[in-house]
C-alpha cells in the first residue's frame, strides 16, 4: 500500500517538473549550462527536505533494492550483517568507492538508455525526433541521472537509520551478554583463586599437623613400645610366678576340693536321707494325730450329740415345767425383773469385752464341771430356763449388735483408709504435678535463657562472622602479599627440611636396626629360656599326671566298689521305698479324696457363711445409714444450730469462712468438742488446698485437742483420733500415727480394725514382731478376720516360714474381705505354693491377673507403668541400645579381668544375695549402680568399667535398677521369681561361663550364657537360674530404661 502512495506521489509531482522545464526551455534557449545546474541544485535541495520531511520513501522497497547493493554476506538480502559491515569504519571508504563506481557506471547505463524511473512525455518524444539542442539532451540526462543519484543517497540514509537501529540493539544485547559472561568469568575467577588458595593453606596446614602427628606419634610409639617391653617383660615374670603360685594353690585345692566334695556329697547323701526319714516319720506321726484327732473329735462330736438329744430332752421336760411356773411366778416378778435386768445389762456389757477370751475356757470348764452339776443344773434350769431364754435373746441381740458396731467400724476405717489412699495418691500426683510443673518451668526458662543466650552468641557471632570477613579479607590481601614471600622461603625450608628428614629417617632406621637386632637378640635368650622353662614344666607336669592319674585310677576304682555297694544298697532301699510309696500313695490318695470332701464341704460352708455375713452386713449398713454416729454430747446439742451452719460453709467449700466461724465457736465455747472437731476439719480442708504442710499440722493438733476435752462422745474420739493417725501418716510421722492408734486401741480395745490398723502401722515402720503380736491377738479374738489372716501370713513369708504362711495368705484372700484384694498377697502366695512344690500357685497367680494386679500370669511386677512393650527376651537392635551392647561386648575382657581382682582380693566385696532368693547354692553380688547412684568405693575397684558405663545414660541414670557383677557357685538354684517393675530391662554380659551345667529360664525359654555375649531380658517376667556347674559362673548385670519409656517419664518416677 505504501509502494503505490509512494508511487502516486512520484507521479503527481514530477510531470509538473517536465512541464516546468519544457517552458523554461520555450523562454530561455540559448542560456548558459550554469542557469541548469543552479535550477536542478534548488530543486534537488527541497526535494530531500520533502522526502526527509513527509516520510515520502518507501523503505520496504529501499531495504530490498539495497540488498542487490549491499549484500555483504551473499545471502540475497539486507540484514544486520550487511548494515554492520556498511557502518564499519575500516570499510566505509572502501564501500563509498565501490558506491561511486557504481553511481559512475549506473550513470554510463542511463546515458546509454532511459532508466526504467525516467519519466517521458510524448512531448519529449516529439522534440526528439524533431531534434533537439545538445545541451538541453545534456542537461535532461544529467537531470535524471542528479534524481536517480539523489534517490540512491535517501535510500542510503535511511538504510543506516535502520541499520544503526538495528546494531544499536544488537550491540547492546551483545554488551549485554558480554559483561555477564565477563562478571561470570570474573567470579568464578576469584571462586578459583579463593579455592586454590584454601586448597593451598590446608595442604599447608595439613603438611604441617601431618608432620607435628608424626612426630609426636613416633615419640609416642618409641615410649608405648618401650613402656610395653617394660610391661611385657614384668608381665611375663609375673604371669610365670603367679603360674606357678596358681598352680600350686589350684592342685592344693583341687585336692581340698575334692576331698571337700567327697565329704559334702556324702554328707548330703546322709542328710538327705536322714531328711527324707525324718519327713516321712513327721508326715506319718503327723498323719496319725491327724486321724486321732478326728477320731476323738468324732467321738467328742458323738458324745455331744448324744448329750444335746439328752438335754434337748430335759430341757423340752423343763420347758413344760418351767412355763407353768414362770407363768405363776412372771407377774410377782416383773417389776423386780426389769430393775435385776437393767443391772444386768450394765453388768453384761463390761462382761462381753471379756466374754470371747473366757468363752474357751468357760466351754471347757463346763464340760468339765457339766457331769458334776448335772442334778444342780437340773434344779437351776428348771428354775432359769425362761431367764435362759431371755438371756440368750439379749446376747444374740447383743453380739449383733457388736457385729454391727464391729463392721461400721471395719467399714469406716475402709473409709477412711480409701479416703487417705485418694488425699495420699491425690496429694502425691499433686506433688508430681508440681514438680513436673517446677522441671518444666525450669526447663522453659533454662531453654529461654538459652534461648537468649544463642540469640546473643549468633548476634556476637554475627558480629565476628563479619568481623572475621572484613579481617579476612585484609588478612587475605596481606596473606597474599606474604604468601608470596612466604612460598618462596616455605619452598627453600621444605627443601632443607627434606633433606634434614632424609638425614634423620636415615638415623632412625639405622637406630630401628639397631634396636630390632638388640630386641631380636633379647627376644631369642628369652625363648630359649622360656623353652627351657616349658621343657622343665612340662616334665614336672607329666609326672603330676602321671601321679594323678595313678590316684585317680585307685580312687575310681574304690568309687567303682563303693558304688556297686551304694547301689546294691539303693536298689535294696528303692525296692523299699517302692513299697512304702505305694502305701503312702494309697494313703495320700484316700487323704486327698478326704481333704477335697473336707474342702468342698468348707468352702460351701464358708460360702453360705459368706452369704450370711454379706446378708447381715448389707442389713447393718441398711441400719448404720439409718443411724449416724453421735458426735454431739448434751451441750452441743443446744448449739446444734450454730455448728451447722458453720459445717455448711466447710461442706459447700469455703473453707476460711469455715474456719473463722469455727474459730469463733471455739472461742465462745472452748470446752466444745464438736466444735474444736470442726475446727479441726476445716483446718485439715484448708491444708488440702493450700497445700501447706504448717496448715496440716495445726490440724492434727487440733484433732487431737479434740480428742481430749472432757465429755467427748466415743463416736467423736475415734472420728478425731482415726483422722488424726491418718493425717500424721500422711505426713511421714509414723511414730506419731503408731501412738496415736495405740491410744485408740487402748480406748476401743474391742474394735478389731484398731488393732489391724495398728498392725499395718507397726509393719511400715518395719518393726514385725510387734505387728505379728497384734495378728496373733486380732485372730485369737476373730479367728475368721481375713484381713488380719493375710498380714499375718505375709509376716510369716518374711521369716521363711514358708509352709506356715500358706494358709494364712489363701483363707485371707478367700475371705474377700476389704484390704485383702492386694497384688502383694497373691504375689507371696503364689510364691510360697511354688516353693513348696504346689502346682496351684499358677491358678492364684490368674487370679491376681483376672483382679488387674498383674499384667500377665507371667509378668507380675508390681510397680508398672501401663502401656510399654512387654516380651521376655528382646535382641540388641529392639532395645535401640546397640552402641552399649557392642561397648560391652568389645570390652568384655577388661571387664571380666577387674572383677576378677575384686573377686580374688578377698576383701569381702562381693555380699551373698538378700532377697531370699535361693533355694541353695552361694550367690555373691558387687554393685557399682544402685537406683541410678554411683558408688564410688566400688568404682574405685574397676575404673576402666566405671569409665565405660559412664558414656551410656540409659544404664547409669536407671533409678529402677543396678549395675552389678554376679558370681554364682555350683549347686545354686534360683527360685522361679520376678522383678519389681517393668520399667527396665536386664542385660547379662557372660564373663567367665564353664562349658554345661548353666542356665537361665525366661517364662517358658530357657537359655545360656556365653562368654563375650550379652543377653537381654524383661526381668518383669518370671524367671529360674541353675546353677550345676564344676566351676563358678561370672557374670555382669546392667539394668538400662525400657526403650518406650520417654525423658520427661524417666525423670518422674520414683527409684525401685
Known sequence: MKQKKTARSQSRKEPPVANTAIKSEKKTEGNSFFSWLLVLALLGAWLSVGVVWFDLVDYNSVVGTLGGVYDADGDGDFDVEDAKVLLENATVATKEKTLRKNVTSEGDRIQEAPSKLTYETPKEVGLKKDGEHPTRDIGRKLKASLKE???????????????????????????????????????????????????????????QEKLAKEKAEKIRLEKEKAEKERLVNEKAEKERLSKEKAEKERLAKEKAEKERLAKEKAEKERLEKEKAEKERLAKEKAEKERLAKEKAEKERLEKEKAENERLAKEKAEKERLAKEKAEIERLEKENVEKERLAKEKVEKERLAKEKAEKERLEKEKEEKERLAKEKAEKERLAKEKAEKERLEKEKAEKERLAKEKAEKERLEKEKAEKERLAKEKAEKERLEKEKAEKERLAKEKAEKERLEKEKAEKERLAKEKAEKERLEKEKAEKERLAKEKAEKERLEKEKAEKERLEKEKAEKERLAKEKAEKERLAKEKAEKERLEKEKAEKERLEKEKAEKERLAKEKAEKERLEKEKAEKERLAKEKAEKERLEKEKAEKERLEKEKAEKER???????????????????????????????????????????????????????????????????????????????????????????????????????????ELPDTPPDLIKATLKRCADRQQFLGRT???????????????????????????????????????????????APHDGFAKVHYGFILKSENKIAESIPYLREGLESGEPGTDDGRFYFHLGDALQRTGDKSAYDWYEAGHRRGHFASVWQRSLYNVPGLRAQPWWTAEETGYTDLVKALERNWLTIRDEALSVLDSNSGQFLPEDENLREKGDWGQFTLWQQGRKNPSACRSVPKTCALLERYSEATSCKRGQIKFSVMQSGTHVWPHTGPTNCRLRMHLGLIIPPTGCRIRCTNQTREWEEGKVLIFDDSFEHEVWQEAESYRLIFIVDVWHPELSQSRRQTLSPI
Not at 551478554?177 to 590446608?202: D, G, H, N, Y
Not at 474444736?676 to 501447706?692: C, I, T, V, W
Not at 491410744?743 to 518395719?766: M, R, W, Y
Open 149 to 207: 543519484q539523489l534517490r540512491m543517497i535517501h535510500e542510503k540514509i535511511e538504510a543506516k537509520k535502520i541499520a544503526k537501529l538495528a546494531l544499536a540493539e544488537v550491540r547492546s544485547v551483545l554488551a549485554q551478554e558480554e559483561e555477564e559472561r565477563q562478571a561470570a568469568l570474573a567470579a568464578k575467577k576469584i571462586k578459583e583463586e579463593a579455592e586454590a588458595k584454601l586448597q593451598k593453606e590446608r595442604i599447608q596446614r595439613e603438611q
Open 735 to 781: 511414730r506419731g500415727s503408731l501412738a496415736t492408734l495405740e491410744k485408740l486401741v487402748q480406748i476401743f480395745p474391742e474394735d478389731i480394725s484398731l488393732k489391724n490398723d495398728l498392725g499395718v502401722a507397726h509393719l511400715l515402720l518395719g518393726d514385725n514382731k510387734s505387728a505379728k503380736r497384734i495378728y496373733e491377738e486380732v485372730l485369737a479374738g
Open 601 to 707: 464341704l468348707a468352702k460351701e460352708k464358708a460360702e453360705k457363711e459368706r452369704l450370711a455375713k454379706e446378708k447381715a452386713e448389707k442389713e447393718r449398713l441398711e441400719k448404720a445409714k439409718k443411724k449416724k454416729p453421735k458426735l454431739l454430747n448434751k451441750f452441743d446439742q443446744t448449739i446444734k444450730s450454730e455448728i451447722n451452719a458453720a459445717e455448711k460453709l466447710r461442706k459447700k467449700g469455703k473453707v476460711e469462712e469455715s474456719l473463722r466461724a469455727f474459730e469463733a465457736l471455739v472461742q465462745k465455747f472452748p470446752h466444745s468438742p464438736r466444735c474444736r472437731y470442726g475446727k479441726a476439719q476445716a483446718e485439715d480442708d484448708l491444708a488440702e488446698k493450700m497445700r501447706s504442710n504448717e496448715m496440716l499440722l495445726k490440724a492434727v493438733n487440733t484433732y487431737r485437742e479434740a480428742s
